[in-house]
């Protein structure tokens, strides 16, 4: 069964069209990951799923309702972590988990502490007082702390420091262990790559790819830079894409699969330094769909 | 202090220049119509001069505005209009600095400024010039407009120098405000609480025979003061310069020994597990509210209970004059000036220009709420919009009960006791209390509005409000009949009634209305987006 589902779906504001056909379908069960650049409809989306926009067209179904007419029996059955996160400044961080918690129902003592020494959150502070990070913190701590089977998260990680996104993914396992469903949006593709099972990529409200990580291999290249001793033209080599040169220094991306052969390729010139990097969402979509992605971007400003 | 300190002020001011470009207007121009409809309105009467003479001599109007001086058409304008013009510019330039100062540091704007090449004192500094240069500018135009309706130059100048002061000292009193309290919402409710002791003190100068120091005290009267068109003292207008010149320099010292961010306050550590009653949305509305709610029913008291222990000391002669005058007057006559000016104050304070305000302002909390993501929030989980709604609803209901019970008990208590006896008590408790039914329509239309034009339900709201005051005054000087009254839901429980005269009919179909109105407002809401 399909945890969410949307087909056709559309959401303009006045001219301005926000999502052009949003098709989603995510397994129960299954970490999805939602990926795509700023703005291009991902909290649009969400925001529908949860019943706080209407649709203006195509068809949305979350967990076998309709999240519009159905959202107060739906949303016993999911948490939400917003990705923009602004509290009650006069209330700490340890009443606003509860009180979000008892919203659903009662809240478990020791599972609450357990996640407040995870993150490391004093629930003391008000919340006017929390720094981003912190306040990520406490609608995370408020989202794992419920048994909620569904998590809808945009953008979870803004304002984590990497300990802490560290501390985000082990819930985000142990979550998926206990059979939950996890919507995860996001623009870091790092992320949703060690996360999900399958991700959509959304642009300019549309999907413009979706399926199991290892079928959008194809998307996933490495960046290298690398400074050689000798002379050479790696443009040649399999996997290599988009090189270029600068006096003895290589920069290109490497296809995930072509990697193991290019470096052996590379050894025995003598490599003075090489770094790697995981691209960028936005490289990604400039590389993969070429200067129309950017024009685009520009004409719709 | 160090020039540099000031660097970028200009920049800044002109930043607030454009983004006060609707508000600013409004507040600057909103005392010229003040003062062009007291003069309409004084001018429309054929008998004005009687009109003015009565109502000087009437102890029940002295005690509310104090006598007419000069005893001309000029003194007549300046005696409603002046006054009215002063209360507006006084909150519009205390509510402008507020706006560019706390407001924006609170919200983390601030930060984005001062990391620029700009002064410490800079934002301050622009926004005590703005709203000190829109207070002369209020005062100037009032100058020109009352020269340009042939009145006297120097008293005219006089009049619009004495309006900009009252301005100047709110401006201060603002910046003030803006550093003592960390939450801007908290700096507004003490500039409205400063505004409610200068009232005080003009009433307490209109019983004293109106010029006693406690003039000095409330700058909407400064012009009893200077008295433009009479005796037109120029000398006060630099005491009014000293005056103002203290909460500034206050403000500026303040400025530099706190912390950014923070109020004079240090904030207190919070609970770390939640009391087990806060469960649900009503609890988070009463949460949200009970703070100004609290404050609501403290400064009504006082002002109840002080007005009422002032009620005896007026006189109840009344001339036949008043009554044969207008509607107003044969209404006060009826009722005694004791008990007139108690349910004149009650009528205020507890709706007009009292309650309606808690009315609105409560039902806008929701607009900020929902602007400030903090709804999605709530209804992400499984809680019904309509319960959201209804919560925060609910909570100003109640806070209006709260409040006016609190206002009723203490005004009464207070002529009671002054009084030495008990047999008004109840009156005054009735007056208070039957203005429920018409706040609450208030908030109902407030809670339509939200419902259905969520973006523009808060100027629609205030000019509702601004249209219901001026029917109110076009009656109260006779140039509307009481059918025009009747639109507003003022007319209802009116202090022109006396209390045992009132009837319930009317009262409870004005309940039905409120309740109506919010199912309408909670329909527009289930349907729209929310953010």
Partial sequence: MNVIETRKLTKSYGRQEALRGVDLAVKQGEVYGFIGPNGAGKTTTIRILLGMLRQSGGEAKLLGGDPWQDAVTLHQRLVYVPGDVILWPNLSGGEVIDFLARLHGKINPSRRKELLDKFQLDPKKKCRSYSKGNRQKVVLVSAFVSDAELLILDEPTSGLDPLMEQVFQECIYEVKKQGKTVFLSSHILAEVETLCDRVGIIRQGKIVES??????????????TVELAKPVNLNQLHGVHDGSQKERKWRFSVDANAMDGVMKALAPMGIKSLTAEPPTLEELFIRHYGNEFEDKEAGSR | MNKCHFAGTGKLLQLYLRRDRIVLPIWVLLPLMLLAGQMSFVRAMPDWRVFIEELSASPLTSALLGPIVPLSIEGAIMWRGLLQASIAVMLGAALTV??????????????????????????????????????????????????????????????????????????????????????????????????????????????????????????????????????NHAWPLLVFIVLTALPVMVSYMLLVRRDLDAGLVRPKEGAAHASPRFNSPPALAWRQHKGSILVWVIGMAFLGGSMGALTPNIAETVSPMLAEMNAWGAAMAKLGNQEGFVAVFIYILGLMGGLSVFGITTVQSLRREEKERYTEMVLSRPVSRWKW??????????????????????????????????????????MSLSKIPPVWTIIGIAALLYGWLPRIASALNWFILGVFIFIEMLWEVGIVGWSAMQWTPFAYAHSSIPIHELSMGPLIVLTGIAAALIGLGFIGFRRRSIG
């Avoid at chain 2, 609910?394 to 609190?406: K, T, Y």
């Avoid at chain 2, 206002?407 to 009464?412: E, N, Q, R, T, V």
Wanted: glycine share 18%; proline share 2%.
């Fill in chain 1, 211 to 224: 399926g199991a990580l290892e079928e959008l291999r194809h998307l996933t290249r490495t960046t290298v």
């Fill in chain 2, 98 to 231: 507020i706006r560019h100062t706390r407001t924006e540091e609170a919200a983390g704007r601030n930060e984005l400024i001062l990391g620029r090449p700009i002064g410490r004192y800079a934002n301050l500094t622009a926004a005590f010039i703005l709203s000190c240069g829109g207070s002369l500018l209020a005062g100037l135009l009032t100058t020109v407009f009352l020269i340009g309706n042939a009145f006297a130059g120097s008293g005219s100048l006089l009049a619009g120098l004495t309006l900009a002061a009252s301005g100047g000292i709110f401006a201060g009193i603002g910046g003030l405000g803006a550093q003592i309290f960390a939450h801007s919402g908290n700096a507004r409710g003490g500039v409205f609480g400063a505004y409610g002791l200068t009232m005080l003190a003009m009433v307490l100068n209109n019983l004293g025979g109106s010029s006693t120091g406690w003039v000095w005290l409330a700058p909407e009267a400064w012009f009893r003061i200077t008295v433009p068109f009479g005796e």
């Fill in chain 2, 389 to 430: 709604m209804g919560s925060y609803l609910a909570v100003a209901f109640a806070g209006s009960v709260l409040i006016l019970l609190a206002l009723g008990l203490a005004s009464g208590l207070g002529w009671s006791v002054a009084a030495g006896e008990f047999r008004h008590f109840p009156r005054v408790l009735g």
